[in-house]
């Protein structure tokens, strides 16, 4: 019936295996599952391989339609494989076959090596393994990284040429690579086979840069030179950027003057050239140009002048202080500027360091004025930028530029000029001395610190005004004066304002203090003054009045002594002369002609007979002062003569009346007497002081004793006499005798006594 019917083997497969993955030890075969079945359910597949041209045999049965077969798979063998389906009732015949070689693709290249070598570009790299045994690799394929891409340049390095291959290399002039000066030159490396391209390789590491020509050139310059020749010059680019990253291997040097260029320096390494024949003042052109192992570089041109450099400039003219403190230098113009045509352009000046290295000033004054050649420097560069301090001595030196832009030697620097200046000192302590009618502030010139002494400020305590009230007198101590500040002193009137205005009295010392001033400032004041000449005025009434001098006053001539006035009797000022009047008996007071100094005053020509009384004052700078009171008076009088008509008589039968007449008074009083007795010794001594007396009665007895010793009865007596007035006493008078009449008296004499004889039994004395 219709359920049961027939069934045949599998119907052949059409389709040939299909080689899933292959390589060199392992082969992944699959095939197609059948669909004619034969009615009957495919039970597996036989899988059969062959060798080379060998016979097939059977390898896998199995339902699987996916075999992995890498037992017994040579590296470089070739192999065939077919398949045939299976069922319940037999084989099926067997499909195509399809051949394969168990190989691979070639394995990874390490990473190139890349150099430049010279003006070429080297890629090395090691040969990869090729694939199989029997594997040869066919192709290398170079890859440069050009323009943010991976790009094969194969007109640059053939990988399929025998030697590239052979070689594992290639070289090739590095100027054709399409790549900035310095960018980095990557390469990868892929190889193929006949089973295809392996996987390319690494970049390389550590890629060279990419080198050029020279790129930048210095500026061609005229290093020095005269109307008829230059010197030109130029430097060699040592930095890669400038060398193109390969050295400098010659330069060429040409000029023209018509259109035409010559060759001064065809192909050389040196960087100097002597151009002579020149016309002088003629601009002439030049260009050069460098290369290395690359190539030229493009030419850098100048033109140029035939003519000198400045000559060098004398060295600095002029360092001075001003300003508050800022330094000016000034300079003179080369004394050549290099040509007729020429000017000076420019200057450059250098102050030296504290180092001793001179430093760039061009910042401060901007290369100087050209007009007044002159650079102003603030005393705060100075001491920043050059670590200058005060007192320093600012050293510099200059050059000149010519329109030519040739620079003149450096100028010598300068010895001698200004220093680092500071404000002034603090100032030694003033002066005050006596100068008449005023008192003078005197100073000593503060150390000023290298900035002139501008002005002085002279303050005076005032002592009306309280607690730390100093005053300037400006109208008399003006510190801004040129002539106080020549002079270093001034002088203040004791009246006004010392006295008046600042509140001091006389005997007072002033309190004073001074600073300086300069371009910079105030230096410290003094410290105060306080001792010194002090506050003066008229002299003082004197304390005493006139004394006579009575050794020398007699007659018609006077002498006093009067009391010299100093310290505050004198004002506390130097007396310059005393004033003296004496008043004659009641006339008016009459003032003596001027006796300067002297403390002895004579007045000759007294009228004798009339008293004088004498007053003095003390003069000084301020004038005359109070008058002292009236002296005792002093009468003009001659010594008075010696008294007459001496005379001795016995006044009673104990004494002696010594009696005289008056002497003459001298044109004065007679006031006293003086009476001498002469001893036994023959010496007159005083024997008593009188008044204004004609006689005067000594007892005997007296005489008879000492000091006279006039002991002997009958011993003559001598006396004298003299007389005094208002001077003084007059001469003696000459020795007089008492005479015969009146002579010594005396008690009787004492008995003597020779002997006593004494019978004391009679009882009866004898005297002999």
């Not at 009088?637 to 006044?651: F, R």
Request: hydrophobic share 35%; with cysteine.
């Amino acid at each position: 019936g219709g359920s049961v019917t027939m069934k045949t083997v599998p119907s052949t497969p059409t389709i040939a295996p299909t080689i899933t993955s292959y390589t060199e030890t392992e082969i992944v075969v699959s095939y197609t599952a059948i669909t004619s079945t034969g009615g009957s359910a495919i039970t597996a597949y036989v899988l059969q391989k062959a060798t080379g041209s060998g016979d097939f045999e059977n390898l896998v049965d199995s339902a699987l339609t996916s075999q992995t077969l890498s037992t017994g798979i040579i590296s470089g063998q070739t192999y065939r494989f077919r398949y045939a389906a299976k069922n319940a009732l037999g084989t099926s015949g067997n499909s195509p076959e399809v051949t394969v070689k168990a190989i691979a693709v070639p394995s990874t290249p390490s990473a190139p090596a890349v150099s430049i070598s010279g003006a070429n570009l080297v890629i090395d790299w090691n040969a990869p393994y090729s694939g199989g045994n029997g594997v040869s690799i066919s192709e290398y394929a170079v890859l440069l990284y050009i323009s943010s891409s991976w790009t094969e340049f194969k007109n640059l390095c053939d990988g399929a040429s025998s030697s590239v291959k052979s070689a594992t290399q290639c070289t090739f002039a590095l100027n054709q690579l399409s790549l900035n000066y310095g960018d980095s030159i990557k390469a990868k490396v892929k190889a193929n086979n006949e089973r295809g391209w392996g996987t390319e390789s690494s970049e390389n590491s550590s890629p060279p840069t990419m080198q050029k020509p020279p790129i930048t050139l210095s500026s061609l310059t005229k290093s020095s030179g005269t109307e008829s020749q230059s010197v030109l010059t130029w430097t060699t680019p040592t930095v890669a950027s400038e060398t193109g990253g390969s050295a400098i291997t010659g330069y060429n040097l040409q000029y023209q003057l018509s259109g035409t260029w010559t060759d001064l320096i065809a192909d050389s390494l040196v960087t100097t050239y002597t151009h002579t024949g020149l016309n002088s003042g003629t601009a002439y052109e030049y260009r050069y140009r460098a290369k290395n192992v690359h190539g030229w570089s493009s030419y850098t041109t100048a033109t140029l002048t035939a003519c000198s450099a400045p000559s060098k400039p004398s060295a600095i003219t002029s360092i001075v202080a001003v300003n508050d403190g800022d330094i000016q230098i000034t300079w003179a113009n080369p004394t050549n500027i290099g040509g007729t045509s020429l000017t000076i352009t420019s200057y450059e000046l250098q102050v030296k360091h504290d180092n001793g290295v001179y430093a760039d000033a061009s910042s401060y004054c901007q290369e100087g004025s050209l007009t007044l050649r002159q650079c102003t420097i603030t005393k705060a560069n100075l001491v920043t930028n050059y670590v200058l301090a005060v007192g320093d001595l600012v050293i510099a030196k200059v050059r000149a530029k010519n329109s030519k832009n040739l620079w003149s030697e450096w100028s010598d620097a300068n010895t001698q000029g200004a220093r680092i200046p500071d404000v002034p000192a603090k100032m030694a302590t003033p002066v005050v001395t006596d100068a008449g009618l005023k008192l003078r502030i005197t100073w000593t010139e503060p150390n000023f610190n290298y900035a002139p002494i501008t002005a002085y400020k002279i303050s005076i305590w005032n002592n009306d005004a309280g607690p730390a009230a100093w005053a300037i007198d400006t109208t008399n101590c003006d510190g801004t004066n040129a002539q106080v500040i020549s002079n270093k002193y001034c002088e203040v009137p004791i009246a006004t304002p010392l006295i008046a205005t600042y509140g001091y009295t006389a005997g007072n010392n002033i309190k004073v203090k001074v600073e300086a001033q300069n371009g910079l400032g105030w230096g410290t004041a003094s410290d105060d003054c306080t001792t010194g000449a002090v506050i003066t005025k008229v002299p003082e009434k004197p304390a005493n009045v006139p004394t006579k001098v009575a050794a020398k006053t007699s007659g018609t001539t006077i002498v006093i002594d009067i009391t010299a006035l100093t310290g505050a009797n004198a004002g506390n000022s130097a007396i310059t002369q005393y004033n003296v009047k004496y008043v004659k008996d009641s006339d008016a007071a009459v003032l003596m002609t001027t006796q300067g100094l002297s403390t002895e005053i004579t007045l000759t020509g007294a009228t004798l007979g009339s008293s004088y009384t004498f007053t003095y004052a003390g003069v000084n700078v301020h004038g005359e002062g109070t008058y002292s009171d009236a002296s005792a008076s002093i009468k003009a009088v001659e010594l008075p003569a010696a008294p007459t008509a001496l005379s001795c008589a016995y006044d009673s039968t104990v004494n002696i009346k010594f009696s005289w007449t008056a002497a003459t008074d001298g044109s004065g009083t007679l006031s006293a007497n003086k009476i001498y007795i002469k001893d036994i010794n023959g010496n007159y001594v005083l024997a008593d002081t009188l008044g204004a007396v004609t006689e005067k009665i000594i007892p005997m007895t007296t005489l008879a004793a000492a000091p006279y010793s006039l002991s002997t009865v009958g011993e003559t007596v001598y006396f004298k006499l003299q007389a005094s007035n208002e001077l003084e006493y007059g001469p003696l008078t000459a020795a007089t005798s008492c005479g015969g009449s009146v002579t010594m008296k005396t008690v009787p004499s004492t008995p003597t006594i020779r002997s006593i004889y004494s019978n004391y039994r009679s009882h009866n004395y004898f005297f002999f």
